[in-house]
Nanobody, 125 residues
Framework: VQLQACGGGLVQAGDSLRLSCTAS????????MSWFRQGPGREREFVAG????????YYTDSVKGRFTISRDNAKNTVYLQMNSLKSLDTAVYYC???????????????????WGQGTLVTVSS
């Protein structure tokens, strides 16, 4: 399974970006999909996740109300719509796939089998 993430860039605080992650080589419909991020000098952290059925999404507290995760199984793609961006959102964003979880999403890196290459989001204040 290969994941290709894109959509990052340099924006100003308050702007919006939409990240995309397209999967190939596997059965996307069966995967829980999440976005993680790693800021400068920080550990990679969970940002948002959506179950294989596209049910209730999960978000870390710092992005609730600003970020929206969604998926289009017909396009093998998961999205992360990021609004009202802040300088603290500056990070490399990674998409990840968990082919085993049937309920909810995992919040830790070790539970994900497949990772995209990362896309850099830089928010200037």
């Amino acid at each position: 399974v290969q994941l290709q993430a894109c959509g990052g860039g340099l924006v100003q605080a308050g702007d919006s970006l939409r990240l995309s992650c397209t999967a190939s080589g596997g059965t996307f419909n069966n995967y829980a999909m999440s976005w993680f991020r790693q800021g400068p000098g920080r550990e990679r952290e969970f940002v948002a996740g959506i179950n294989w059925r596209g049910g209730i999404p999960y978000y870390t507290d710092s992005v609730k109300g600003r970020f929206t995760i969604s998926r289009d199984n017909a396009k093998n793609t998961v999205y992360l719509q990021m609004n009202s961006l802040k300088s603290l959102d500056t990070a490399v964003y990674y998409c990840a796939a968990d082919p085993q979880r049937r309920v909810g999403v995992a919040f830790v890196r070790k539970d994900y089998n497949y990772w995209g290459q990362g896309t850099l989001v830089t928010v200037s204040s």
